[in-house]
């Protein structure tokens, strides 16, 4: 597999994480890009949900934690410096997305 098309399959990968993060995070109306956010739903603590559904906060904290999983996947498949590049777009693409969404819905700072 070449090194493009490892590229492309991880960001393919996170990219799709990402998506359904921003989808969970506004049904539950979780201002992810504020500090401690993440934090917290990774905790478990679902006080940060500006709307109550805990299907949608336990999917939310679950893609969360695969993030890890899928970003040390990347690692050793593309190397550091490449999944740290690609992580860095990914996440670009994240603040993005919330960033919009932040605006719209949350009343948040966004990007």
Do not use: Y
Not at 53 to 80: C, I, S, Y
Request: charged residues 25%; hydrophobic residues 40%; proline residues 3%.
């Amino acid at each position: 597999m070449s090194d493009n098309t490892r590229a492309e399959f991880w960001s393919h990968q996170l990219d799709g994480l990402i998506t359904e993060i921003v989808r969970e995070a506004s049904i539950c109306q979780v201002k992810l890009l504020d500090p401690g956010v993440v934090d917290a739903v990774l905790r478990d603590n679902a006080s940060v949900c500006g709307h109550d559904n805990p299907a949608a906060f336990k999917k939310l904290r679950e893609l969360l934690m695969m993030t890890f999983v899928v970003r040390g996947k990347a690692f050793d498949g593309l190397g550091p410096l490449e999944a740290d590049a690609l992580i860095q777009q990914i996440s670009n693409g994240l603040k993005a997305k919330l960033g919009s969404t932040a605006k719209g819905r949350f009343g948040g700072a966004g990007g």
